[in-house]
């Protein structure tokens, strides 16, 4: 079975290195992060660091012994044990082969697999994690992480409706293995035009007559260039720069490459689901002095509170699978937040990042509406708290008897505020939470299309409980 290795994001430091053979394995490491969240060193804004979890598999495992079915059920725990961290898939820096193209069909199962559990990147290496040192390993793993973030703004700057197709300028016989393994995902030369976006794969001097052969083309779009197992020359970068396009993006082997092309079209559901004009990035107004202008995206924050205890564990897991499930059901580009053992002067800094949506998951009473370990706050000191802030557009508070500080929450101003009157079953609020998330992001912000997915969800949760909460939305008077 993988090897599990957790990184803080921008660190190389192994945080804890873990065999991973049962679900009692997954329990440790969940809340060992909750530990880690609550009791280490913060990012300098003052938030919980980001983890990313790395699952290693070695080359036996990878892609010729382990199940798909074993691969779906380690992805599903560890999806809803690490707290929406960043999942990588790290597999062997395996070379093209016959061998390799002999498994194009059980590889593209594995890549559906992989996206159907939302694995953040699939990266590869010629690093063994058996090794006494396993310091180039990490620094690796850290590099590969550190790519995400630029590959994830290609993916949302250029996904829309379109399929998208690679294209390799390279020596023929590479050209023609590669193309085998990644099969329908390659144009060739010859291959049949259609209205797609164009991602060109460079290796070595630009082919200046093929790149312009296909930017005249148009039946489809150019939009990305990229290399395998090289770095990008200055001629690359210098085109793209002429082009008004994304650098180049690196990638170590053909996999991930496969694997990214996989993501881009898979953005294409949202863009066939989503109402046309419902969510939209728009260009951020007055950047602060010094600053570049930043594109904006949908974010969620999720904040937790159950406190110290074994008696707490229970919540805590519930707390981490409904994350987990919840993340699984939006589009894995999205920015989230996760914030445990959250206090206000925490949630002050939180809420300071704009979400869009903010969901609390914790213990609740008619009296405080949230309790916090080692705070005492009425639902009337929390009116006053939410009075002055800028509060965002949804706030789901996934606790027994929210009601009264959803209300309050939407009589400081807000959008719409989703809680529950009563004793409500941990494990079953996201049957709601996910409905209203879902219309969010499909149809947009709007109040009425978030009371609308607020009552589908309320139609769930109300089958899928065994006692008698019910769920309750607010929203200001006067306000869309």
């Known amino acids: 079975m993988p090897y599990v290795i957790v990184q803080e994001d921008g660190d190389f430091e192994l945080l804890m290195p873990l065999n991973v053979e049962k679900a009692e394995d997954w329990d440790e490491l969940c809340l060992e992060l909750v530990k880690k969240a609550g009791s280490g060193p913060r990012r300098q804004d003052g938030l919980t660091p980001i983890f990313n979890v790395f699952l290693l598999l070695d080359k036996e495992e990878f892609p010729y012994r382990l199940q798909r079915s074993a691969l779906k059920d380690l992805l599903d725990l560890a999806r809803r044990r690490i707290w929406g961290g960043r999942l990588f898939l790290v597999v062997a820096d395996l070379p093209v082969s016959d061998e390799l193209v ?3 069909g059980d590889l593209g199962d594995w890549m559906r ?21 396993l310091e180039p390993l990490l620094r690796e793993l850290r590099h590969g992480a550190g790519k995400l973030r630029s590959k994830e703004e290609a993916l949302l700057d250029v996904a829309d409706h379109r399929e998208w197709r690679c294209v390799f300028l390279t020596e023929p016989g590479a050209r023609d293995l590669a193309g085998e393994l990644l099969g329908p995902l390659v144009l060739g030369d010859s291959g049949k035009r259609g209205d797609f976006k164009l991602l060109i794969v460079v290796a070595g001097e630009v082919d200046a007559e093929r790149v312009d052969s296909y930017l005249r083309d148009q039946t489809h779009e150019v939009r990305l260039f990229a290399t395998v197992k ?10 793209c720069s002429k082009l008004d396009l994304d650098p180049p993006l690196v990638f170590r082997g053909e996999l991930e490459l496969w694997y990214f092309l996989r993501r881009l079209n898979d953005l294409r559901k949202w863009h066939s689901l989503r109402s046309p004009g419902a969510v939209q990035r728009v260009w951020a107004a007055q950047p602060e002095e010094g600053q570049q202008p930043t594109w904006q995206y949908p974010s969620l924050l999720f904040t937790s509170a ?16 409904e994350v987990g499930r919840l993340l699984c059901k939006v589009p894995y580009t999205l920015d989230s937040q996760v914030e445990l053992e959250i206090q206000p002067d925490q949630l002050i800094r939180a809420l300071e990042r704009r979400p869009n949506a903010w969901i609390h998951m914790g213990h609740g009473s008619a009296r405080s509406g949230l309790h916090i370990p080692g705070r005492e706050m009425t639902k ?10 800028d509060l965002p557009p949804l706030a789901l508070f996934l606790t027994c008897d929210s009601h009264e500080v959803a209300r309050s929450f939407a009589e400081a101003g807000a959008g719409v505020a989703i809680g529950f009157e009563g004793i409500v079953e941990s494990d079953k609020t996201w049957y709601l939470a996910e409905q209203v998330l879902m219309a969010m992001f499909v149809r947009g912000m709007s109040r009425q299309v978030i009371l609308e997915g607020f009552a589908a969800g309320a139609r769930n949760f109300e089958i899928a409980q065994t006692l008698t909460a019910k769920p309750r939305a607010y929203y200001p008077r006067g306000r869309r």
């Open 102 to 104: 002999e498994t194009m």
């Open 113 to 133: 697999v992989l996206l159907e559990n939302g694995v953040s990147d699939l990266l590869q290496t010629d690093k063994s994690y058996w090794s006494e040192n």
């Open 230 to 239: 090289q770095r990008p020359s200055q001629e690359l970068k210098d085109l």
């Open 306 to 321: 159950f406190g110290p205890g074994d008696e707490q564990i229970p919540q805590w897991l519930a707390a981490a699978d």
């Open 380 to 389: 009337e000191q929390w009116g006053r708290f939410f009075s002055k802030r």
